[in-house]
């Protein structure tokens, strides 16, 4: 048992797992499920998660949401002692955002091998020569919970679509060649 001396250290899984709530949230609203939490000196000063249909705005990621959340807490844009947890490797607009706003840390749970940009796949926005700013990346934080809840919510957007999202071996595309 703790004695009321002792501090209490919150993790990168404690983080991430604020953020997948977060990104449950997301996903009762039927969006895709991403949530993000931004932390500076261990509190949780904004939180967002993805709200592109909601808002039908396109940039309406949960990383653009939570950095501009954390900028208005802060009262300035340059987040250079703020980590961003997020449950899926950011894309390359939320990399960029987090480039240029000058995060310190991106921790996120699932990589994204065809759309991430934070070194999960060939892109790496985050950390490309030539930039003014680098950001320190963290991946596979609670991996299993988000690819969990990612496939849950995708097999349940099939579903609803009578569709069984299964891909031709013969085609991993998925790309329907037409017949001649």
Same mark, same amino acid.
């Given at each position: 048992?703790?004695?009321?001396?002792?501090?209490?250290?919150?993790?990168? &899984?404690?983080?991430?797992?604020?953020?997948?709530?977060?990104?449950?949230?997301?996903?009762d609203?039927? &969006?895709?499920?991403?949530?993000?939490?931004?932390?500076?000196e261990g509190?949780?000063?904004?939180?967002?998660? =993805?709200?592109? &249909?909601?808002?039908?705005?396109?940039?309406?990621?949960? &990383?653009?949401?939570? @950095?501009?959340?954390?900028?208005a807490?802060?009262?300035?844009?340059?987040l250079?002692?703020?980590?961003?947890?997020?449950?899926?490797?950011p *894309?390359?607009?939320c990399?960029?955002?987090?480039?240029n706003?000058?995060?310190?840390?991106?921790i996120?749970g699932?990589?994204?091998?065809?759309?991430?940009? *934070?070194?999960?796949?060939? @892109?790496?926005?985050? =950390?490309?020569?030539?930039?003014?700013? =680098?950001?320190?990346?963290?991946?596979?934080? @609670?991996?299993?919970? *988000?690819?969990?809840?990612?496939?849950?919510?995708?097999?349940?957007?099939?579903?609803?679509?009578?569709?069984?999202?299964?891909?031709? @071996?013969?085609?991993?595309? =998925?790309?329907?060649?037409?017949?001649?």
């Open positions: 048992m703790m004695d009321e001396d002792t501090p209490v250290l919150f993790t990168d &899984e404690y983080f991430m797992r604020a953020a997948l709530r977060l990104a449950e949230r997301a996903a609203a039927g &969006e895709v499920p991403v949530g993000a939490v931004a932390v500076r509190m949780i000063i904004a939180k967002a998660w =993805n709200q592109v &249909e909601m808002l039908k705005d396109a940039t309406a990621h949960a &990383e653009l949401l939570v @950095l501009t959340s954390a900028a807490a802060l009262g300035d844009w340059r250079e002692d703020v980590d961003i947890y997020v449950t899926k490797e *894309c390359a607009m990399a960029g955002a987090m480039v706003a000058r995060v310190r840390r991106v996120y699932l990589s994204d091998p065809r759309s991430g940009a *934070c070194g999960g796949s060939e @892109l790496n926005v985050v =950390n490309f020569k030539g930039m003014l700013h =680098n950001v320190e990346v963290k991946s596979g934080v @609670l991996e299993d919970e *988000c690819r969990l809840l990612m496939q849950s919510f995708f097999r349940s957007v099939r579903k609803a679509k009578g569709d069984s999202g299964r891909k031709e @071996l013969s085609d991993p595309d =998925n790309r329907k060649k037409e017949e001649v």
